[in-house]
């Protein structure tokens, strides 16, 4: 398994080394703007999926381009996973809930992401990555986030970082355990951090009768997903296979989450970049002349 270093990533050493989360208070939390169903499609070879977060929503959410999630116990709907396929201009946050999938790619990565386990890769200016599932049967379940890069970063030379369960930060507070997959939260630090897009992205675990506050920067966009039980937030339950975005309230400064059941919950949070989008598929850059030239570099084999 081939892992670099990132001078914005902490070391597994200093994220599981992480200190006592602190208490923080949200005082004027942020309500539901609106609920977005997700749309079931398939990509790769077949693979059956939830889109939850689409091209319509990328001005909205920026910094962040798509979320898909897929979850079943029938080998045929993601035994043939994701063969050979290009990326450029983004990054890719894969968050494996159940299941096992093998990660090869041109920049010379290998991993195998697990039960629990997280992959964030950085396309930069091109990769050619296959995700292909390591098993036959039972259930495979998680989401992959897409995190736009600024237009500065697109054409960096790509990154890759597998974590395994154990080594992602997490903490408990009040009856929630919240894994801190990116960004920051309650004093501990995530896995990776970025510098332009700031993303927060927490798994939440909920014990029946708990809560979670967040505080969130008043300009960063921000959504939640429910995959187990139902959340409330500014009054508004929330159960599972919906998007919620939340309002951005000038006056807000953070988000409060109840559960009044045993519930898990994805929080997500980042600094919109306010750059031209350009996507053409695996290629999202900010002009139509660099997608022309990132599918040309594809098909020349100039792309990873």
Do not use: C
């Not at 609106?34 to 749309?39: E, N």
């Not at 890069?149 to 697109?154: A, Q």
Request: proline letters at 7%; zero cysteines.
């Amino acid at each position: 398994m081939t892992r670099t270093a990132n001078p914005t990533t902490p070391t597994i050493e200093a994220a599981t080394k992480a200190a006592a989360p602190r208490e923080e208070k949200v005082l004027s939390p942020r309500s539901v703007e609106r609920l977005v169903a997700g749309t079931a499609t398939s990509d790769g070879a077949g693979v059956k999926l939830t889109r939850l977060l689409s091209q319509p929503l990328q001005r909205r959410l920026d910094p962040f381009l798509m979320l898909d999630a897929f979850g079943s116990d029938d080998p045929d709907d993601y035994i043939a996973g994701f063969p050979d396929h290009p990326h450029r201009g983004f990054e890719t946050v894969t968050y494996m809930i159940a299941g096992r999938m093998k990660h090869q790619d041109s920049a010379g990565h290998e991993g195998l992401l697990e039960n629990g386990g997280v992959q964030w890769m950085t396309a930069g200016r091109g990769v050619v990555h296959s995700e292909i599932p390591q098993q036959e049967e039972g259930v495979m379940e998680g989401f992959q986030l897409w995190l736009n890069l600024p237009g500065r970063d697109k054409m960096q030379a790509p990154w890759y970082r597998d974590f395994g369960a154990a080594d992602l930060p997490r903490f408990a507070l009040g009856g929630v355990t919240a894994t801190v997959i990116g960004g920051e939260s309650h004093g501990i630090a995530g896995a990776v951090t970025r510098e332009a897009t700031e993303p927060l992205v927490l798994d939440l675990r909920f014990e029946p009768g708990s809560r979670f506050e967040q505080p969130l920067a008043s300009g960063h966009n921000a959504f939640v997903v429910v995959y187990r039980g139902s959340v409330t937030v500014g009054g508004k339950v929330l159960g599972p296979g919906r998007l919620a975005i939340l309002e951005n309230d000038p006056a807000a400064d953070g988000v409060i989450l109840e559960a009044a059941v045993a519930s898990k919950a994805l929080l997500v949070a980042g600094r919109p970049l306010g750059e031209p989008i350009a996507q053409y598929g695996p290629f999202v850059m900010n002009t139509e002349e660099e997608i022309y030239q990132a599918v040309s570099d594809y098909r020349d084999g100039r792309l990873g």
